[in-house]
């Protein structure tokens, strides 16, 4: 079952996955492991951007929001939400939005990560944004970035400057 929602237990050695906490990753293992006497199974999965090691229990895959990559469908509705005009969240002050950014961001949705993205990248170019706000506007293009990656079939490099295309950015090094 490929899409942004999945059933508990759905996934395979080698599938590439979204953890929300931790981006995207692949499961490189399946293990039994014992816990307080009691076998588990844990989907041991190697998250891209830290190289991180993270043990997901298949039985909690959905109150984890652990999921597929999107599809291709999906990456194009990606791209539509970021060229749309709207805007998610006008709270005021810069703290009341970031929370509501990291609420979006903690869904683990594509769709929510897009909208942060594109506001952030918006706000980004008529005023300076705070410590935070410029946090979470990175958390939320390199989890889009890989994604749509993985989605598309291409390079991060090519999606990152596709990204800047709509938002009329400049490549640096790190887009370029």
Not at 44 to 70: A, Y
Not at 89 to 113: A, E, H, I
Not at 115 to 121: A, F, I, P, Y
Request: charge should be positive; proline fraction near 3%.
């Amino acid at each position: 079952m490929r899409g942004v929602y999945t059933m508990e237990g759905m996934f395979n050695l080698g599938d590439n996955v979204v953890c929300p906490a931790h981006g995207v990753g692949e499961i490189v293992s399946i293990e039994r492991i014992n816990i307080s006497g009691q076998e588990q199974e844990f989907y041991i999965i190697s998250i891209q951007e830290s190289g991180m090691r993270v043990f997901v229990p298949t039985q909690g895959t959905d109150t984890l929001g652990l999921r597929n990559v999107i599809s291709e469908t999906e990456a194009r509705k990606v791209f539509r939400i970021l060229r749309s005009k709207e805007v998610a969240v006008n709270d005021r002050p810069w703290s009341k939005r970031c929370k509501r950014y990291s609420q979006m961001l903690k869904t683990g949705s594509p769709f929510d990560v897009a909208q942060v993205l594109r506001d952030l990248l918006r706000l980004k170019g008529g005023k300076e944004l705070s410590f935070a706000e410029r946090r979470l506007l990175n958390t939320a293009r390199t989890l889009l970035v890989k994604e749509l990656a993985l989605a598309r079939s291409t390079t991060e490099t090519r999606i990152a400057q596709q990204i800047d295309r709509i938002f009329r950015i400049k490549p640096t090094r790190a887009t370029a």
